[in-house]
């Protein structure tokens, strides 16, 4: 029997807001431990929550931006647990009544698209972080993230693959990225990831029984976990097992998945509305506000991409990854008028200079314009693509404008006929016998030539001018041998 | 002559205006009056430093324009309202050590209308209870009846201002904990409408029900304490803004054609008959001033007891969840994992009535037995609320009725069975669970010479209808002069003598 794989995530997002949900705390990353708290954080007596408007602000972003309904009439519940970084002993989320329901993305993955649904996305704080000292045995709490604002956006089981699901999981971040609203940093934990996973035989509606895989932090855990843990549901079946609703760890050094616990072992977690927090009106006006400030979003600026510009899918894919970047090819594009040599040079000589560097797209040394005025140097011919490299270079490492940097170094293309041919000339004298032989109707040294004259040109000689003047001069020995 | 402690509040802002005496005289007469009636219990600690010290500053703007209501006045604060400088202990081991690094908005309201924080009073464990014996520091007693409970779980607050030991005092009221412990002491309270003042800074017991209230020996008194309360609070997200959050009592006030509700459901069996008919008498005499009286029906009644302790538990169960022993307040010591931590420190820290209650709470909070239990009660409390609003739409202005089916009751006569102790609220309890307004105004004392509490009940936001009601009654009866007499509480070795300037 052949069973195919059933996964839904669960992604938590950080929110990027000055302040802490509930209070005036910053929500900064990092920090020494416990310098961003205050008695809210600290969940001291008698202290209340205080909704931040601008976590509702980004929550409606996302809900717009992956199709969702907003619901009017939102209510925050306690989800309680405890344990030393949730200093309420409940953590302030969602529960029945989440902010958006019923969206859904699109996912390109290996040459195909798919809508992949959004059940929901829920606002909710952040808990704070115990760090176990193994020398004095003692666990320390660090509060900083503790009441920093997350979205959980839980897809529909509508992923198939662990390769599906990863990429998934890109187009959430992605998307997260272009609305400004997160970092989706996962090594720095703003974005985070829990996976359900069953089998079923193909064919069958009915879904088996799951697991969740907790804590995956790279998107290379997501697929190794899934891959680990498909592969042992699948023995579990095989030997016709039952598999056992559990929660899972994934152990990232020995690329297994461990139970944490079992179903039975499960928190009930008292769930209620928080009467604290007044229910929250959103206004149709203010998700319309929030309508008209979204940015493009990457599915259509990756078709702007290929329908505007000519580009092929696969290059518009990658220069929206980042919204930065298709910024930039769009600046680029409208200084220099020629898509497709801004998408070779940003994909080729950018990203390799930016990558060298580790720099962002952002702090390129090489502005827009600049990239822009070096492919119109190329298109008149002022420069030829070899020299263009060298100018690009020179342009990364010093910021200067391509124009100076040929003025400076004199690398404007030599075009003049009779400079080319002196240079010519000067080549055969250079290399006698091979100028014998070519003349003779050896024709395969000409590109030995060639390449003489613009060593001799010191790479600033057209090519194409070289190679006329090149063709001329042996004809010219042919009929007139000296 | 006079002496400073029996003055009303009112009474001290005339005198320190007038420089009759001063702040500091009059801290100094307080602590005498305290020290002189200890017994009663009603203090988990005077603050007698820092009160001195607050009143020689307050002696240095006394007779000057300072615009502040109670400037130099002290009151005392119910142990669960945090102010700096003092332990914030909910009279529960669990906070037996906590010092409050923010003060509560209400603190820091009374600080700002020139009060001085006399001391932190005694308490039913985190305001859980009817009778202030749920204490660490062991009971109160009622001023009147030394044998007697004071009512809870505002009870210290209560008897402190009934015993005159302080003009005025803070309470807070999630079932009835400030106007049953004023009806049993003989005095006023008001348990303002739910988001009148904020609850930032008072250590939660059940969030939706709770609301700070306050405690005087006239409804003069009552009106200048309240108003320095209230107001809305951008830090409690349940406070609302008004432009009303000011009161008093009317000269004179006219209470012609105002339709009083009386309510049938309030005068049912368990209600003592000397209660019943203190209350009706108390009634006739608003009629005898032109009152409307009309007799009116809230159905819903007899569920509210029943709701009350599903949904105050459900919340306070929650609300403790942070006493945890991680970062503030009693910590077991010797534990060998974080499970033993949390057990041991909580089952040391906490009382039987509130592990009783926290029980109860995770119990109809859980899986399986929400629907049944809190989403049920929820509803039931809906209607409750429209039963009122029913009344208030067509039938009457403001509601008249007991506070409480008794009289004081014995200490230690209803510690081991709470459903008797529970039902002490019934009248009080539907209040809350509609949010609003309601007073305590002394109108009898029974044949044991134990006070009665007339409670009058008014629309949401409607306090100063309750102020005008509670103005006229005062105007027409003497039961507000009433005090306890000093020889059943004050401590005969010491002395209560306090000196006045003249």
Known sequence: ?482 | MTELHSLGLQELRTGLDNREFSSSELVQALLTRAKSVSKLNCFIDILEDSAKKSASVADQTLGKDHGKPLLGIPIALKDNILSVGSRTTCASRILHNFQSPYDATVTKKLNDSGAIVFGKTNMDEFAMGSSSEASTCGPVCNPWDTSKVPGGSSGGSAAATAASIVPGALGTDTGGSVRQPASLCGIYGIKPTYGRVSRQGVVAFASSLDQVGCFARSAGDLAVLTSALCGHDPLDSTSVPRSDNSFEVPAGANIKGLRIGVPREYFIEGVEPEVESAVRKAIKSLEDQGAQVVDISLPNTHHAVNVYYVIAPAEASSNLARFDGIRYGHRASDCKDLKELYYKSRSEGFGEEVKRRILVGSFVLSTGYYDAYYLRAQKVRTLIAQDFKAAFESQCDLVACPVAPTTAFGIGEKVDDPVSMYLNDVFTIPVNLAGLPGMSVPCGLDSKNLPIGLQLIGKPWDESTLFRVAGAYEHATDWHTKRAPDSSYVDATGSAKDSRRS
């Not at chain 1, 843990?229 to 559990?246: F, M, N, T, Y």
């Not at chain 1, 493009?296 to 290059?315: I, M």
């Not at chain 1, 600046?331 to 020629?338: E, G, I, M, R």
């Open chain 1, 1 to 482: 029997m052949d069973f195919e794989a059933v996964i839904g995530l669960e992604v938590h997002l950080q929110l990027r807001t000055n302040s802490k949900i509930f209070s005036g705390a910053s929500a900064e990353y990092g920090g020494t431990p416990n310098e961003f708290i205050d008695t809210v954080t600290l969940g001291l007596p008698g202290c209340l929550p205080v909704l931040n408007k601008r976590v509702v602000d980004f929550a409606i972003m996302m809900g717009l931006a992956v199709n969702c309904e907003i619901r009017s009439l939102n209510r925050f519940a306690r989800k309680h647990y405890f344990y030393p970084d949730l200093p309420k002993g409940y953590q302030i989320s969602q529960f029945d009544e989440p902010i958006c329901e019923r969206g859904h993305i699109h996912v390109h993955f290996a040459e195909s698209t798919r809508a992949i649904g959004i059940k929901r996305i829920h606002m909710e704080e952040d808990a704070g972080k115990n760090i176990h000292d193994s020398r004095t045995h003692a666990s320390l709490v660090d509060l900083n993230r503790a009441g920093v604002p997350l979205l959980e956006i839980v897809s529909e089981p509508d992923l198939r693959t662990p390769a599906e699901a990863s990429a998934y999981l890109k187009t959430i971040r992605q998307i997260a990225r272009y609305l400004e609203i997160s970092d989706g940093n996962m090594e720095e934990g703003s974005l985070r990831c829990d996976a359900n996973i069953s089998l079923r035989p193909v064919g069958q509606l009915k879904f088996g029984t799951r697991t969740e895989i907790k804590n995956l932090n790279s998107f290379k855990f997501v697929e190794r976990a899934l891959e680990y843990e498909i592969a042992r549901q699948l023995s579990v079946l095989k030997s016709g097992k039952l598999v056992s609703q559990e929660t899972l760890l994934f152990d990232s050094g020995e690329g297994v998945t461990r139970s944490m616990r079992t179903k039975e072992e499960s928190a009930d977690y008292r769930y209620f509305p928080d009467p604290d927090l007044p229910p929250l009106k959103i206004e149709e006006s203010w998700i319309e506000e929030i309508r008209s400030t979204l940015p493009k979003l990457p599915e259509q600026r990756t078709k702007e991409l290929c329908d505007v510009y000519g580009l092929s899918l696969y290059d518009a894919a990658i220069l929206t990854a980042e919204r930065a970047c298709a910024d930039y090819f769009e600046a680029v594009f409208k200084s220099c008028d020629n898509a497709k040599a801004a998408c070779n040079w940003i994909t080729s000589e950018l990203f390799g200079g930016l990558n060298k560097a580790g720099l962002d797209i952002s702090a390129s040394p090489v502005s827009a314009a600049h990239l822009g005025e070096l492919i119109l140097l190329v298109e008149g011919e002022t420069i030829n693509g070899k020299i263009a490299k060298i100018v690009f270079e020179e342009m990364f490492a010093t910021s200067k404008a391509p124009k100076q940097i040929v003025e400076e170094k004199g690398l404007r293309q030599v075009t003049d006929e009779s400079a080319i041919q002196a240079l010519v000339t000067q080549a055969f004298a250079n290399n006698a016998g091979q100028a014998a032989l070519f003349v003779e109707g050896n024709d395969r040294l000409q590109p030995f030539f060639v390449g003489q004259v613009m060593k001799l040109s010191k790479g600033s000689a057209n090519p194409q001018k070289v190679n006329e003047a090149l063709v001329a001069h042996v004809a010219r020995l042919r009929k007139n041998p000296a």
